[in-house]
């Protein structure tokens, strides 16, 4: 039976570990997520933490929705999903502006570099300009390439995300992430 396996991009510590510890600074309390290899170990650290609930979604703008409804009672969420999820979550992406809530997405990218799956690609290339025409605050400045640079890179997002009530997406790139390749 294949699998689906991560090939790490960097050693040393696990920039996920630094993203953990910006969610937390920043009092995020619900994390909506669907499961995801590149995502796996921050959806760990989440579920383990008692003072987070982590919440497994089956559709991406599930997660928006609980986002808002997070906010409706007084906590702060933030959503981790794939970039091929995105393209589910247009619809739902109009609600930030309309009912103006903060939204804190973390997207680990595919269908860039080294992508083993051509399915990836056409929403991967497209991601950014998805987003940015749903007014989510996406840019270069939101996008993570190396792994120091993705705890300060969260930290920013959320804080223009709560201080806001705006939407933003923090692209972490499939070179951070690492290939990923199926496996007997």
């Known amino acids: 039976m294949a699998a689906l396996t991560e090939i790490a ?3 040393g510590p696990d920039w996920r570990d630094g993203i953990f510890a910006a969610l937390k600074a ?4 619900q994390i ?6 590149a995502h ?9 933490d008692p003072e ?3 919440v497994p979604l089956t559709t991406e703008e599930e997660g928006i929705a609980l986002a808002a409804g997070a906010w409706l009672g007084g906590q702060r969420a933030a959503l981790l999903m794939q970039s091929s999820g995105v393209g589910n ?4 992406l109009s609600l930030t502006k309309t009912c103006r809530f903060p939204l804190v997405m ?6 860039e570099w080294v992508e083993f799956n051509p399915w990836q690609v056409p929403m991967g290339s497209k991601t950014q300009t998805v987003l940015e025409l749903c007014d989510v605050l996406v840019y270069r400045v939101y996008r993570v390439e190396r792994a120091d640079e993705a705890a300060e890179t969260v930290a920013a997002a959320v804080d223009i995300a709560f201080n806001g009530d705006l939407a933003t997406a923090v692209l972490l790139s499939q070179r951070l992430i690492g290939a990923k390749r199926w496996v007997k």
């Open 89 to 92: 979550c247009i619809n739902t």
């Open 9 to 11: 991009a960097t050693e």
């Open 40 to 48: 796996a170990r921050l959806i760990e650290l989440c579920r383990d």
């Open 26 to 29: 920043a009092e995020i309390r």
């Open 106 to 111: 973390l997207v680990a990218m595919r269908g």
């Open 52 to 54: 987070i609930r982590a």
């Open 32 to 37: 909506g997520y669907v499961p995801d290899a």
